[in-house]
């Protein structure tokens, strides 16, 4: 079964850290380009962060730019999202994405919950 799963959400604490991961199974994750989304309550979802699957390009959206970063390991299947001095607004359910328009396929996680409280 093809399928991306994140883990590492939980509480954190304003000006912590707190690192993300996007494992896929089933598909080799280097052919896609990922990208994490968030669901705050009450709010649409939005995307954050994305890296290509050519050059490793990314992008930071302003909410989140200089705190956030993303990387890929292609060994390991995985991204990653490190999360760096977080705020409570940054609270929300945390998704990857993995897309590759060369083959019209893309998958959705299941999302991992993090909260940023004191």
């Known amino acids: 079964q093809k399928q991306v799963v994140e883990s590492g959400g939980g509480l954190v604490q304003p000006g912590g850290s707190l690192r993300l991961s996007c494992a896929a199974s089933?598909?080799?994750?280097?052919?896609?380009?990922i990208g994490w989304f968030r669901q705050a309550p009450g709010k649409e979802r939005e995307g954050v962060t994305c890296?290509?699957?050519?050059?490793?390009?990314?992008y930071y959206t302003d909410a989140i730019k200089g705190r956030f970063t993303i990387s890929r390991d292609n060994a390991k299947n995985t991204v990653y999202l490190q999360m760096n001095s977080p705020k409570p607004e940054d609270t929300a359910v945390y998704y990857c994405?993995?897309?590759?328009?060369?083959?019209?396929?893309?998958?959705w996680g299941q999302g991992t919950q993090v909260t940023v409280s004191s």
């Open positions: 890296i290509s699957s050519t050059d490793g390009s990314t």
């Open positions: 994405r993995a897309d590759n328009v060369d083959v019209l396929r893309g998958y």
């Open positions: 089933g598909f080799t994750l280097d052919d896609y380009a």
